[in-house]
């Protein structure tokens, strides 16, 4: 899991180009939208892309993802029980 | 009220219709024009319906007259087959008489060659031709060729919003007596790219789109073109010209929130509205119909669902509707064909159903018109919102 | 009716113009290319901010904020821009995904980014501007189609600060397809001398200029603008009497002005409308600057902002000088340009 979550920071990083952002900058239960590390409903859509490419997760209603990408811990959560890849 | 400008002729190609009687009878009689794709070749053909014109760019060019080699893309012969029909409507056989320009609108232009022959450049010489045919200019060079017009052209791009914007920047410069006649209006052809991109936005329906609807799904992305042709008065008294309707108010505000969502209480669309109250010189009880931007889009219906409400607290909304359940949403020709639906619903007295409308929103309390009405109308006001925050609205008003 | 003035001026091109108006111009004849000189853009935003940004959208938030800073404005009635190729950065990513990957696993940030209002939405999402925001897109003309717009503004007293400006962006892609469709001189066929071509094609680049117009003098004013006239089509035989016609509906006759800014790109095929210009204004000081910006749809921009730098200094560098004709002092400018043989522009200018 620890692993998982480490690879998804990376993956956030890579995806939305967080320059100068390093993935021992986002904590596990920091939220990752608003005031957190200020992510917004493109940055969303972004990361459906993400799950469907890299772990076989489809999601057709861009309103789920608010509870998915909470944080680093609920997305990894996810992850972990609906990958298929 | 102040007089406004003259409208003195119409163009329009849409899935709905060739041109403008096609268009009133499929309003009139609920005919949308919502289907499969049989012109795309897209991997998402089987998923989502469009607002598509049925004509093909071969059928277009030989109506138009042009050479086996020429370099149109679907949006300049959509441009200039509406372009052409606006002119001939007004009774223009002199272009040159009057000093009259082009004031044309496109959201990506050539897009629809280019994605075509993104990589055969380099291996099919015939295809060079279309590289520079991809910009928004070449779309306006190529209308004003058709219709024989040379002078000030230009073309304004802000999305969803710019057949707005071309009609409001024609009526400031008659007013101000920059030009006694402009043609302005809009057009896009469809094109895998913005079939793709408002997929990645997830806002296209796998149905037909439900303006305001409270289970809406989003939009069905179309193709259009249409134009109206804007006179001086000095021109109009002079010849004598029918006056289809007047262009009374118009403003240009910006939502300053996001780059493509909405502001939660339609912040922009309220601003341009009240200027083009202001400019009219209009209160907004005088507005009989609303033509909604209404693409249905959760968002969009939402945000300016809400500034409707704004704009008329305390008193009764107008009957309003939104005609993208019959046409798509055809981006920057949008407002350029809700223009003509706003000019045909003063002349004949109707306010157009919102199709496929059957819940009411949860959010407030409006609820569109959903079967053709008929009554007197004076005074239109038109939306038109598009990315980037940008707002804008028209008011059309009988002569 | 208010009168329109210069009171800033932003430029990130191929020169060091982000530091101020250049006393010295890098000059590479052998270039097709004039690469930009990129600005150091965490001085003007941060990383996050700056995420979804394209080179053509941070250049134009770096040129406007420049533009505005100079003047001292902070609250803009309008922002008017004009771009010929648009964000072609984003567009040309989201074409190539959709090709590449056949439609599939696309993601929306740069479709968003890639629509041609992205710079003006942008300045005014960051300055949380709510007023008027266009953006025109007709190739050499879409500045100037801005400029009209805004004039328009001044004119009917609708408007005190309004920014323009002109933005464009080059990609690998779309240099290659430029290549082949014969707008750019083939590489390695330098040294290019942009007054005496002999070859078709021009040397091209990018950039952003923005300008504060406001309704106002103040000291940082560098020029009045007085008038802009574009035409889409006109023949060579008739491009100098449609500048004398220009300039009479402005009052004036060619003996009032004391420059005129051509836009001569080295184009052999389209040289002969700045040609006949300079034979026009053979006895006036004439000045050149696509051999130091280098050619695209907004580089007339470029010229407005020499033109202005001339009447604000009184003197024209060195570098840019078509003819040895000077002047005593500097009042009124004329510039044209066109591309390409079609989208001619005047503008004139005065102090």
């Known amino acids: 899991m620890e692993a998982l979550k480490q690879e998804l920071k990376e993956k956030i990083i890579a995806v939305l180009n967080l320059e100068d952002v390093q993935p021992s900058d986002i904590s596990n239960t920091d939220a990752l939208f608003g005031d957190g590390l200020g992510l917004d409903s493109i940055d969303a859509l972004e990361l459906i892309v993400l799950l469907d490419k890299d772990y076989g997760i489809k999601l057709t209603d861009p309103k789920e993802g608010k509870n998915i990408f909470q944080s680093i811990d609920t997305m990894a959560a996810y992850v972990e029980a609906n990958r298929t890849k | 009220m102040n007089r406004g400008i003259a409208i003195t002729g119409m163009g329009i190609i849409s899935a709905i219709g060739n041109n403008v009687d096609e268009n009133f009878r499929a309003l009139t009689n609920s005919d949308k024009g919502i289907s499969r794709t049989d012109n795309i070749d897209t991997i998402h053909k089987d998923e989502i319906m469009f607002g598509e014109i049925k004509k093909s760019n071969d059928d277009l060019a030989s109506e138009l007259g042009l050479a086996a080699d020429h370099n149109f893309t679907r949006t300049a012969l959509l441009g200039a087959f509406a372009a052409r029909q606006a002119v001939a409507n007004a009774g223009i056989s002199n272009m040159s008489e009057y000093k009259t320009g082009l004031i044309n609108s496109t959201s990506v232009g050539g897009m629809d060659t280019t994605e075509k022959h993104y990589y055969e450049y380099f291996e099919n010489p015939d295809t060079i031709k279309f590289i520079s045919a991809h910009d928004g200019g070449d779309t306006s060079q190529k209308i004003a060729e058709i219709i024989g ?99 009374t108010g118009y403003a240009n505000a910006n939502d300053a929130f996001h780059q493509t969502a909405s502001s939660e209480n339609g912040e922009g669309a309220f601003l341009a509205m009240q200027k083009a109250f202001k400019v009219a010189n209009l209160d907004p009880t005088q507005i009989d119909y609303i033509n909604m931007h209404g693409t249905a889009t959760p968002n969009n219906d939402l945000s300016e669902g809400r500034a409707v409400a704004r704009v008329y607290e305390g008193k009764d909304v107008p009957d309003f509707s939104s005609t993208k359940a019959f046409t798509g949403h055809t981006l920057a020709a949008a407002a350029a064909i809700e223009a003509v639906y706003s000019v045909l619903a003063i002349q004949n007295g109707v306010v157009y159903p919102n199709l496929n409308f059957t819940t009411k929103m949860a959010e407030f309390d409006l609820v569109p018109q959903t079967e053709l009405k008929h009554k007197n109308i004076d005074h239109v006001l038109s939306n038109s919102f598009g990315f980037g925050g940008n707002c804008s609205t028209v008011i059309f008003s009988k002569n | ?79 008017i821009t004009g771009t010929g190729m648009g964000c072609i950065e ?154 004398i016609e220009f300039l009479q509906a402005n009052n004036l006759t060619q003996h009032d002005i004391d420059a005129v800014v051509l836009g001569f790109d080295g184009d052999v095929e389209f040289d002969e409308y700045y040609k006949e210009l300079a034979r026009e204004f053979a006895f006036t ?52 340009n066109q591309y390409r043989g079609i989208d001619h522009s005047f503008t004139l200018i005065s102090i």
Not at chain 3, 160 to 168: A, P, R
Not at chain 3, 309 to 336: C, D, M, R
């Open chain 3, 90 to 243: 984003d567009s040309d990513k989201f074409l190539k995904a959709i090709i590449d990957n056949n439609e599939q696993f696309l993601t929306p940030t740069s479709f968003i980014q890639s629509t041609h209002n992205t710079v003006a939405s942008t300045i005014a999402i960051n300055l949380g501007c709510k007023a008027y925001n266009f953006t025109y897109v007709n190739g050499a003309v879409s500045f100037e189609s801005a400029l009209v717009d805004a004039k328009l503004q001044f004119d009917a007293d609708e408007v005190s600060n309004v920014l323009v400006g002109g933005i464009d962006e080059m990609t690998e892609y779309t240099k290659s397809l430029f290549k082949l469709a014969g707008f750019i001189k083939p590489d390695d066929s330098g040294p290019h001398d942009v007054l005496g071509s002999k070859t078709k094609a021009t040397i091209f680049s990018e950039g952003a200029t923005f300008f504060m117009l406001s309704d106002t003098k103040s000291e940082s004013t560098y020029a009045e603008l007085l008038d802009i006239e574009t035409i889409n089509k006109v023949g060579v035989d008739a491009v100098a009497h449609k500048a």
């Open chain 2, 149 to 247: 017009l040379e002078g000030f052209v230009t073309t304004i791009s802000t999305a969803c919003s710019s057949a707005a914007n071309a009609i409001m920047l024609g009526a400031r410069m008659i007013k101000a007596g920059k030009l006694d006649r402009v043609i302005v209006g809009g057009t896009d052809g469809l094109a895998k790219f913005t079939i793709n991109g408002f997929k990645t936005l997830m806002i296209l329906t796998d149905t037909y789109n439900t303006p305001f609807d409270n289970d809406r799904k989003g939009l069905n992305l179309g193709e259009a073109a249409a134009f109206l042709v804007l006179e001086s008065d000095k021109i109009v008294e002079k010849e004598g010209k029918k006056v289809l309707a007047r262009i």
């Open chain 3, 1 to 79: 009716m208010a009168k329109t003035y210069i009171n800033g001026i932003g430029c990130v091109s191929a020169q060091a113009t982000t530091a101020g108006f250049p006393s010295e111009f890098t000059i590479d004849e052998n270039a097709n290319f004039l690469e930009l000189v990129k600005p150091d853009y965490k001085e003007y935003f941060s990383p996050i901010a700056s995420r979804r940004m394209a080179k053509g959208v941070k250049n134009g938030i770096v040129a406007s904020t420049l533009a505005m800073r100079e003047s001292g404005v902070e609250n803009l009635d309008a922002i």
């Open chain 3, 285 to 336: 000081p004439q000045i050149f600057y696509k051999h130091v910006s280098g050619e695209y749809n907004t580089a007339s921009a470029f010229g407005l902002y020499v033109g202005a730098n001339v009447l604000k200094n009184q003197e024209v560098p060195q570098q840019l000088k078509i003819n040895a004709v000077e002047k005593p002092s500097y009042h009124k400018i004329l510039l044209y």
